[in-house]
């Protein structure tokens, strides 16, 4: 009956479809360097799935390939069931926000602007275009009157990253990709909006692939964790039971990781 049924892929017989699927999915580039290889991963409704992995180890190659802005040289990426190339390039972006690593606003956009992207290919008017926008600016704790106007060399690094947030939730789409979405903000600001967006996902119940490298965010905000290497995923953990895993990898990351945060935050 209504579209996010259908989205749950929880049909009659319940069996629960993934949103996005990585079969045997290899990227090359045109030189031969491979970037990832033998990856499989399957993201269910409404999960939040967290990529974990050090510098350079395919994180937001992984992210790429979900919208693709990449397409693989091996195997298929499905998202709802159908292969990213048998989608049209434009409907796959409309359906899913993508928060990108640099946020990526437009500089000439004013706030208001860049939130209405979508919005606007969508046909929405004005009117409901600044409602979306004050809405939102809201929920990520910008007050629209201050910055609805603004361009983004006018906001600081963390603002900006907030109103990149805002314009990928603006046309509601089911599926949101996040590379390092509070890697720009201070550290209260950051637990604050972290907050923010697990209240609002707890409402929302989107799918979600979020890039960390703050392992207390990733346990807090994700369902699972999904450990990569070198192009890999070696291992995929409940978000849940991460901290005491006995996996080799997964609990050196979390020794290496405690030994770099202060006291208590992993906790
Ligand atoms: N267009 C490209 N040409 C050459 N190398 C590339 C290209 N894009 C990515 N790479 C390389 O591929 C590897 C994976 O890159 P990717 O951006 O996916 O890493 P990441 O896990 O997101 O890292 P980070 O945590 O630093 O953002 C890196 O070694 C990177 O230098
Ligand atoms: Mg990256």
């Avoid at 629960?16 to 970037?35: H, M, T």
Wanted: glycine fraction near 8%; hydrophobic fraction near 40%.
């Amino acid at each position: 009956m209504t579209s996010s049924s259908d989205r749950s892929g929880a049909s009659a017989n319940s069996i629960s479809k993934p949103v996005i699927e990585f079969r045997g999915v290899e990227y090359r580039l045109a030189d031969g360097s491979q970037l990832l290889a033998n990856f499989h991963l399957a993201i269910e409704s409404g999960e939040t799935m967290v990529l974990l992995g050090r510098s350079g180890a395919g994180k937001t190659t992984a992210l790429k390939l979900i919208n693709r802005l990449l397409e693989p040289t091996a195997g298929q990426v499905f998202v709802e069931g159908r292969g990213t190339l048998e989608w049209d390039p434009i409907a796959l972006r409309r359906h899913i926000g993508y928060v990108i690593q640099e946020t990526g606003l437009f500089p000439h956009y004013t706030v208001e602007e860049n939130i209405g992207v979508t919005p606007r290919l969508e046909g929405w008017d004005r009117a409901r275009i600044r409602h979306r926008a004050e809405e939102l600016l809201a929920l990520v704790g910008l007050d629209p009157r201050a910055y609805l106007e603004r361009y983004p060399h006018e906001l600081s690094g963390g603002q900006r990253q907030r109103v990149g947030l805002a314009r990928a939730l603006a046309a509601d789409p089911p599926v949101l990709l996040m590379d390092e979405p509070f890697g720009a903000l201070d550290p209260l600001t950051r637990v604050e909006v972290r907050q923010e967006f697990k209240q609002l996902q707890s409402r929302l119940q989107k799918t979600v692939v979020i890039v960390t490298h703050d392992i207390a965010e990733a346990v807090d905000l994700g369902t699972r964790i999904a450990l990569l290497e070198a192009g890999e995923i070696r291992s995929v953990h409940a978000a849940g039971k991460f901290l005491q895993s006995d996996e080799p990898l997964a609990a050196a990351y979390v020794a290496q990781i405690r030994a770099l945060q202060p006291e208590g935050e992993a906790s």
